[in-house]
């Protein structure tokens, strides 16, 4: 026992004399791995696993001394006591940037009592031009780690339907709050929430905030058996949640898409706000954007843009909802959950081009039957057919007048009035087989107006354009069917503004349209005895303008889809048997 004493004690003075030993002699080495993209830009790259290898007098890989391991920090650095000796540098994995891969064997020497730095980057690594093979060749895809990310991540992210249009929300919490911007949901009497293109629910504010553009609103998660919460990033002192040159994706429904991917470099971090070039449109607002670790940073909010060029994207900090947030969560414990009732949605289907050129293929299109007054709003059907005719009708009408004078000539005409119908409309979201019902406030003279003109007309015997003003404010609309309201697809309300000159000044005149989406199923002729349509006014909120719907207007709007039932129900016997195969 004395002896083995004996021997530990000496053992533990060598270990501790070897290390200090080292410690006199060890260097620090400094590590930096960034690569340069197409523009110039210096990018960081973080999160590397690096491998240190020594090697042997003959310049090989030393077998006896093991691999050291270090990983780089976001700023792409990392820094490692080393003994003396000659090194190997080396990544685990490539580097895949810029459609090009990066591996490195950077050799360098450490002497003694001396500090070394080591640089990683394109002018000293091996490159590889990737390629992606055929799918038959390989059965393999190559795909970014936001793309990898953008599968696990996707079904905490939800489409947000606020009247003055839709934006994007992601689920914070398992009980259905949702994080959004405030401008998505502002000025709505009803909000939905879109899990996915068959599943939508109302959901209800719980808290907002104007000034930082932030609200969470509530919704029912039983429909959505996939949805999940999103991890938010933690603020430490020792690891940022972001930062500057570090790649981010966002996942919005922008424009008529739902759930894609972005992805970006982020510029530049500011207290309240980060700015990436990250692509963002209308309808991305209220949207997550994840760092490269897939944790939520901050909602994608805003784009600047000066005319050209893609512009910047200003995403708000997530630390500006916490506040709001942790207020939602104690708001939403005093009250009852949420319908889960789910509400109607678009139809998946696209309508058939075929059917527009057949309604329109005639020699003359009455717009009447789409038309109707209805109080102090003009009030228009629009279906996929006249929502084309609306869009071409001076090319349309050139064409025919083309006709006209060319008839009997041998010359084909050159001019193509279909030349905007294409396949690719159904991905914009125009051609969906929907009735879109349009109110339009009407406009009338102001009593100043009328004035004047009356003044300068006996003085000067000159007219003045006159001053007009709307006569009303669209507050809602509703469509009944025999006493029964019909649920709406979409609640829309859009900003109309018209500018008026008069004799003495020019000004601006605002209000709002109204433009609900409906399913045409109510337009079937015998299916409403009586079908009819009441306008609200914010002037007038509780008694509506109303209008019954006449027979004509009804046939003409069923008409306009005959050819895509025709096609729906000889396509559904082929889904049917295709479902009910082994």
């Not at 004509?552 to 709007?557: E, G, L």
Request: glycine content about 6%.
């Amino acid at each position: 026992m004395l002896y083995l004493a004996k021997s530990c004690r000496a053992a533990l003075v060598c270990l501790l004399l070897a290390a200090a030993v080292f410690a006199q002699s060890a260097a620090k080495v400094s590590v930096k791995v960034a690569l340069v993209d197409r523009d110039l830009n210096v990018k960081p790259v973080p999160k590397q696993v690096l491998l240190v290898q020594k090697l042997g007098a003959d310049g090989a890989p030393d077998a006896s001394a093991p691999a050291q391991e270090l990983t780089t920090s976001f700023d792409g650095a990392a820094t490692l006591a080393l003994a003396p000796g000659s090194y190997q540098l080396s990544a685990r994995k490539p580097v895949e940037f810029d459609g090009k891969s990066y591996q490195w064997a950077t050799k360098f020497q450490i002497a003694e009592g001396q500090d070394a730095s080591v640089e990683l980057s394109n002018d000293n690594a091996t490159v590889t031009v990737l390629t992606v093979a055929p799918a038959a060749a390989t059965g393999r895809r190559r795909v970014t780690e936001e793309a990898e990310l953008f599968k696990q991540l996707r079904d905490g992210v939800v489409t947000v339907e606020g009247e003055l249009g839709h934006g994007t929300g992601f689920i914070v919490d398992e009980r259905g709050l949702i994080l959004t911007n405030q401008h998505v949901v502002s000025n709505s009497k009803e909000l939905r929430v879109q899990f996915d293109r068959t599943h939508k629910v109302r959901a209800v504010l719980v808290a907002e905030d104007r000034d930082r553009d932030v609200a969470v609103l509530w919704a029912n998660l039983a429909p959505c058996a996939s949805c999940k919460t999103l991890k938010i990033a933690e603020v430490k002192a020792d690891e940022p949640a972001v930062i500057e040159g570090e790649r981010v994706f966002a996942i919005g429904s922008p424009l008529s898409q739902e759930k894609i991917l972005t992805s970006g470099i982020v510029s530049k971090v500011e207290r309240r706000a980060i700015i990436s070039d990250v692509n963002i449109n209308p309808g991305n607002s209220g949207g997550p954007l994840f760092n490269s670790l897939g944790e939520v940073i901050g909602l994608t909010t805003f784009g600047e843009n000066a005319g050209f060029g893609p512009g910047v994207s200003g995403i708000v900090r997530i630390e500006e909802a916490a506040q709001l947030l942790a207020k939602a969560k104690e708001s939403a414990q005093a009250k009852d959950l949420p319908s889960a009732d789910l509400m109607p949605t678009v139809p998946e289907d696209a309508f058939p081009l075929d059917a527009i050129k057949t309604r329109l293929d005639v020699k003359k299109f009455e717009q009447k039957p789409y038309k109707a007054e209805l109080g102090d709003y003009d009030v228009m059907m629009l279906t996929p057919v006249y929502k084309f005719y609306l869009s071409e009708k001076d090319r349309l009408e050139a064409v025919r007048e083309r006709e006209k004078r060319n008839k009997g000539a041998g010359a084909q005409g050159t001019m193509d009035k279909y030349r905007n119908l294409r396949n690719w409309a159904e991905y914009a979201g125009e051609l969906k087989p929907v009735v879109q019902i349009l109110a339009i406030p009407e406009m009338k003279m102001t009593g100043k107006s009328l004035l004047l003109g009356a003044v300068l007309m006996a003085g000067a015997g000159m007219m003045t354009p006159p001053d007009m003003k709307f006569k009303a404010d669209f507050y809602e609309m509703s469509l009944v069917c025999d006493g029964a309201v019909v649920t709406p697809i979409q609640r829309g309300k859009s900003e109309l503004v018209v500018p008026m000159q008069s004799y003495y000044k020019i000004k601006n005149r605002f209000t709002y349209a109204g433009i609900y989406t409906f399913p045409v199923d109510p337009f079937e002729p015998g299916k409403c005895k009586q079908l009819a349509l009441n306008v609200f006014s914010e002037e007038n909120p509780t008694v509506p303008a109303k209008k019954i719907l006449t027979p004509q207007m009804v046939q003409r709007v069923w008409m306009d889809f005959d050819e895509y039932r025709q096609r729906k129900k000889t396509a559904q016997p082929q889904q049917t048997a295709e479902t009910t195969k082994p």
